[in-house]
């Protein structure tokens, strides 16, 4: 076994670091791009080649156990070969990156399980890679396609969790927020909490109104309990639809 290249691992998550694919700029299909915000790049953005690899993106994005993404990070030669005997070099480009809070690297492929199915030899290729990324990085690798992305409701409840990730600009009061949260004792209903909360809710304060209306569609308790499940403190069930009376766990080791 080869010795873990680390310099590589660490050039691969660089700001200065490059896709080594450039994808299209249409909305679907492979070959084209799905623009995908997230902060765990430099750029702030991932071209998915499909819409099942952006389903893939939102889960490492909203796991709080993935601290970096490198989209597109390097090419590997590895061995395969032709017909079962005779030995060819094959050269790949996986489509994510992914480290870990232990530090550790992931790689993955996002390939929707009707062309593994109409690929000759294709699990052969699976293991011939994951093989070389053992060997010769120390890293896992991995295919994942609609059996495990698009799982319900758990990929209905992370596209709900991202849509309450941390802006860059936020109000005050949800840090606020969470920090209520940190001081309640856990298991609890966001419901609770929030009932408890006078600042849950937001309003706006219209020109010639003696008083604020209050916008329904925000409740700043929840968006908070969304930010801190993708963080790592507290823990939900993804199992179950995310509402106002989901129970917010602690995290246990």
């Known amino acids: 076994m080869a010795d873990p290249n680390p310099a590589l691992l660490e050039a691969i998550f660089a700001d200065s670091h490059k896709p080594l694919r450039q994808i299209g700029h249409g909305m679907y299909g492979r070959g084209h791009a799905v623009s995908f915000p997230t902060n765990k790049v430099p750029s702030g953005i991932i071209r998915a080649h499909s819409t099942l690899m952006a389903d893939g993106l939102l889960h490492l994005d909203t796991s709080p156990d993935v601290v970096q993404l490198s989209a597109y990070p390097l090419e590997v030669a590895y061995w395969s070969t032709k017909d079962g005997k005779t030995p060819e070099k094959r ?8 480290k870990l809070r232990d530090d550790s690297v992931v ?96 309003a706006i304060l219209w020109e010639g109104d003696d008083a604020p209306t209050v916008l329904d569609e925000t409740n700043l308790i929840f968006t908070a309990v969304m930010q801190l499940a993708m963080r790592g403190e507290v823990r939900l069930d993804l199992g179950k639809s995310l509402t106002l009376d989901s129970i917010i766990y602690e995290v246990t080791a």
């Open 91 to 98: 050269d790949h480009i996986p489509d994510i990156a992914a």
């Open 107 to 202: 790689f993955i492929d996002y390939v929707p399980w009707n062309e593994q199915l109409d690929t000759r030899l294709f699990w052969r290729r699976v293991k011939e890679r994951a093989r070389h990324f053992r060997e010769e990085f120390d890293c896992d690798y991995a295919v994942h396609d609609e059996r495990s992305i698009r799982i319900e409701p758990r990929l209905t409840n992370l596209r709900l969790m991202w849509t309450h990730r941390a802006r860059r600009t936020e109000p005050t009061s949800l840090a606020h927020a969470r920090q209520v949260i940190r001081e309640v004792k856990l298991p609890a209903t966001i419901r609770s909490i929030s009932d408890k909360a006078d600042f849950a809710r937001q």
